[in-house]
C-alpha cells in the first residue's frame, strides 16, 4: 500500500500501535524501574518500622541498666568506704606514701586487735610486707596481701561462727585453705587470710626518675618529707626503714 493510498484510518490505526509499542516500552524500562525502587523502599520502611517498635522496649531497659548501674555504684561506694585502704594512685608519689602506711602502720595493727577481739581460742601468726619504694612498679589495679594464718580451737560451730566475723574486718579478705581435724567437739581449724585492696580512682603517669651513684631518686620526686635517698639502685624508704609488722 503506498503512501498516497492511506486513509486516515489507516494513519490513526498506525499512530495507536506506535503509541502502545511507545507506552509498553516506557513501561518495561521506567515504570517497572521505579516500581521495583518502590518495592525496595518499602520492604526497608517495614525494617525500620520494626525497630521503632522496639524502641519503647528499649528505652525501658536503658532505664533499667542506668539504674542497676547507679545501684551497684551506690554499693561499691559504701564498701569501697568501709573495706578499702584510702589509697589512690593518681598521683603515684601520694599513693606509695600512703600504701606505706597501710602497710607499715596500719594493717598491721589492725589485725592483731581484731583477732583479741575473737571469742573463740586462736593463734594468729600475721605478718605485713613492706610496699615497694618504686612508684612505677606498684600494684596500681588490684594488690594482694598474704598476711599469714590463723589456727582456732572449738565445736564445729564455733569454728564456722569465727569464720563469719571476718565479715566485719575494716578491709576485704579473702581466706584460703580452711582445715579442720581433731575429734569433735574439741576441733582445730587452719586457714590462711590474705587482703584484698582496690586503689581508689585512676592511675597517674610515671614518676620521672633520677639516677646516679649515691644519688637516690630524689631529684624526681619532688614534695616527700621525711625521705632519704642514696640507696642502691636510687631506692628510698621512709626514715626508720619498713620492717614486716608481726
Not at 525494617?47 to 525501658?60: N, W
Not at 564498701?79 to 598491721?108: H, N, Y
Not at 599469714?148 to 569464720?163: A, M, Y
Amino acid at each position: 500500500m503506498s503512501v498516497s493510498k492511506l486513509k486516515p484510518i489507516h494513519v490513526i490505526i498506525i499512530g495507536a500501535v506506535v503509541c502502545i509499542a511507545i507506552i509498553s516500552l516506557l513501561y518495561f524500562l521506567v515504570i517497572t524501574k521505579y516500581n521495583d525502587r518502590i518495592a525496595a523502599l518499602k520492604a526497608r520502611e517495614t525494617a525500620a518500622q520494626s525497630v521503632v517498635d522496639t524502641l519503647p522496649a528499649a528505652q525501658r531497659s536503658l532505664a533499667e541498666a542506668i539504674t542497676n548501674f547507679n545501684m551497684t555504684k551506690a554499693r561499691y561506694s559504701r564498701v569501697e568506704q568501709r573495706k578499702m585502704a584510702p589509697v589512690s594512685f593518681e598521683d603515684r608519689t601520694e599513693g606509695m606514701i600512703a600504701q606505706w602506711k597501710e602497710q607499715g602502720e596500719v594493717l598491721g595493727p589492725m589485725l592483731n586487735s581484731f583477732m583479741k577481739k575473737a571469742k573463740i581460742k586462736n593463734t594468729a601468726s600475721f605478718s605485713v610486707q613492706a610496699a615497694g619504694v618504686n612508684p612505677n612498679q606498684l600494684e596500681t589495679y588490684l594488690i594482694r596481701l598474704p598476711v599469714g594464718s590463723v589456727t582456732v580451737t572449738g565445736t564445729f560451730r564455733e569454728i564456722l561462727d569465727h569464720i563469719k566475723i571476718w565479715q566485719d574486718f575494716g578491709r576485704l579478705v579473702q581466706l584460703d585453705g580452711l582445715s579442720i581435724s581433731g575429734q569433735s567437739p574439741n576441733l582445730t581449724g587452719s586457714y590462711s587470710v590474705t587482703v584484698i585492696q582496690f586503689p581508689r580512682g585512676g592511675v597517674g603517669p610515671d614518676i620521672p626518675m633520677a639516677s646516679g651513684s649515691g644519688g637516690g631518686m630524689m631529684g624526681g620526686m619532688p614534695g616527700m618529707p621525711g625521705m632519704m635517698g642514696g640507696m642502691p639502685g636510687g631506692a628510698v624508704m621512709p626514715l626508720g626503714g619498713m620492717p614486716p609488722v608481726k
